[in-house]
């Protein structure tokens, strides 16, 4: 239904900042909610940010203040902005999308492939 691609990720220095970008392609019109989730090594996949079609915006606890999500509906592209990144940052970091299908009756949920997120003391 919806196609994900995730771009923006690499390698920083503590204390730095970037910024992740996802573009999203197909049933855009039956996306509501985007998300940013993050699995670092040996732990589970975490919810960073989210953000509803009305732009609503909620944080993990350990990011909040630090990142910032958005989205241009009208470019179907999703952003999260990382500043003060520290090592505990580090994971790969996946765009998400939540949407409802009335031709299926069924809601939707659809993952990017990741984007690697490293951040060095």
């Known amino acids: 239904q919806v196609q994900l691609v995730e771009s923006g990720g690499g390698s920083v220095q503590a204390g730095g900042s970037l910024r992740l970008s996802c573009a999203a392609s197909?049933?855009?019109?039956?996306?509501?909610?985007m998300n940013w989730y993050r699995q670092a090594p040996g732990r589970q996949r975490e919810l960073v940010a989210a953000?509803?079609?009305?732009?609503?915006?909620n944080y993990g606890r350990s990011v909040n203040g630090r990142f910032t999500i958005s989205r241009d509906n009208a470019k179907n592209l999703l952003y999260l902005q990382m500043s003060r990144l520290q090592p505990e940052d580090t994971g790969i970091y996946y765009c998400n999308v939540e949407g409802y299908d009335p031709t299926i009756v069924r809601d939707f949920v659809s993952w990017g492939q990741g984007t690697q997120v490293t951040v060095s003391s």
């Open positions: 197909g049933r855009i019109d039956l996306i509501n909610a």
């Open positions: 953000i509803s079609h009305a732009g609503d915006t």
